[in-house]
């Protein structure tokens, strides 16, 4: 069955979307009450989250220009992308090269509908209504549509996705057959909510947040360092490894103060022999 035959999901809007409550986070207007209970709960653990939800977009924006204007990746997959908007994947990668193909997927209905017009008038980006936890259907789907062509690299985004999925073998099952379709020379951008497990106040922040959404449909696991490098078993690290998002080739000097959620994530780059 092909994304535009799969039966209509109604949207629940007295539950809390991933997506939609990362809008909210990001000061975006594609979110409901439901959702902004939920970032005002995030809010009350973390009072910086808004500004680290800016932190994991801006990683984004230079991961796929190192990609696009570095390493010549002209397609994205953007898994679980949520809304295309606020200078996400297409965005970024077209500035470079205005012909580099990106193709999004996300089951949320919201986030397929506006990104469906969001994206009527651009070719070279498309929204693909599917569960990225289906990698087998995904790509079948996308080899059949000719979106993209997995015979040539491909720059995979999985940005603050993984850590949604609860058990880890199932994890990193998911996140291996994606790079098992993907040529040599291919790129895996993944960014993953940590938990230093050290004592510290971020240790805390990172505990008290997967306590508060655990078995709401915002499950998050903030998993170990080595739990988040394993997902990248096989494939070649760039340099600087796998870090901290405001420490993965910054644009500049910073000039906004660091905070416990600062380093409740880790992210990183890294190719496919």
């Not at 109604?10 to 959702?35: H, K, T």
């Not at 990225?132 to 996308?142: G, I, K, Q, R």
């Not at 040599?184 to 993944?190: R, T, Y």
């Given at each position: 069955?092909?994304?535009?035959?799969?039966?209509?999901?109604?949207?629940?809007?007295?539950?809390?979307?991933?997506?939609?409550?990362?809008?909210?986070?990001?000061?975006?207007?594609?979110?409901?009450?439901?959702?902004?209970?939920?970032?005002?709960?995030?809010?009350?653990?973390?009072?910086?989250?808004?500004?680290?939800?800016?932190?994991?977009?801006?990683?984004?924006?230079?991961?796929?220009?190192?990609?696009?204007?570095?390493?010549?990746?002209?397609?994205?997959?953007?898994?679980?992308?949520?809304?295309?908007?606020?200078?996400?994947?297409?965005?970024?990668?077209?500035?470079?090269?205005?012909?580099?193909?990106?193709?999004?997927?996300?089951?949320?209905?919201?986030?397929?509908?506006?990104?469906?017009?969001?994206?009527?008038?651009?070719?070279?980006?498309?929204?693909?209504?599917?569960d990225l936890t289906e990698p087998a259907d995904v790509v079948e789907e996308l080899a059949r549509t000719h979106r993209l062509d997995f015979d040539r690299p491909v720059?995979?985004?999985?940005?603050a996705i993984v850590h949604h999925i609860q058990d880890l073998d199932e994890a990193r099952k998911i996140v291996r057959a994606y790079v098992d379709a993907l040529a040599?020379?291919?790129?895996?951008?993944?960014?993953?909510?940590?938990?230093?497990?050290?004592?510290?106040?971020?240790?805390?922040?990172?505990?008290?947040?997967?306590?508060?959404?655990?078995?709401?449909?915002?499950?998050?696991?903030?998993?170990?360092?080595?739990?988040?490098?394993?997902?990248?078993?096989?494939?070649d690290l760039m340099e600087p490894g796998l870090t901290y998002p405001h420490l993965w080739w910054p644009d500049g000097p910073r000039f906004t103060p660091l905070s416990?959620?600062?380093?409740?994530?880790?992210?990183?780059?890294?190719?496919?022999?």
């Amino acid at each position: 069955m092909s994304a535009d035959q799969r039966p209509f999901v109604p949207v629940d809007f007295d539950r809390p979307s991933i997506a939609r409550v990362f809008d909210a986070l990001m000061g975006g207007q594609d979110n409901y009450e439901a959702d902004r209970v939920a970032l005002r709960q995030i809010l009350e653990i973390s009072p910086d989250a808004r500004a680290m939800a800016k932190e994991v977009r801006h990683w984004l924006v230079r991961t796929v220009r190192y990609l696009t204007d570095r390493e010549g990746i002209d397609q994205f997959l953007d898994l679980g992308s949520g809304f295309p908007s606020m200078e996400n994947t297409h965005q970024v990668a077209q500035r470079y090269n205005p012909e580099a193909q990106v193709v999004y997927v996300d089951r949320d209905p919201v986030v397929q509908a506006h990104g469906r017009a969001l994206l009527a008038a651009n070719d070279f980006a498309h929204m693909l209504a599917a569960d990225l936890t289906e990698p087998a259907d995904v790509v079948e789907e996308l080899a059949r549509t000719h979106r993209l062509d997995f015979d040539r690299p491909v720059g995979l985004v999985l940005c603050a996705i993984v850590h949604h999925i609860q058990d880890l073998d199932e994890a990193r099952k998911i996140v291996r057959a994606y790079v098992d379709a993907l040529a040599p020379g291919s790129f895996v951008a993944l960014l993953h909510q940590h938990n230093p497990a050290d004592g510290s106040e971020s240790a805390d922040v990172a505990t008290a947040l997967e306590k508060r959404f655990n078995g709401t449909g915002l499950d998050t696991l903030y998993r170990t360092r080595d739990e988040i490098e394993s997902f990248f078993e096989g494939l070649d690290l760039m340099e600087p490894g796998l870090t901290y998002p405001h420490l993965w080739w910054p644009d500049g000097p910073r000039f906004t103060p660091l905070s416990p959620v600062n380093f409740t994530s880790l992210g990183g780059v890294a190719r496919k022999p």
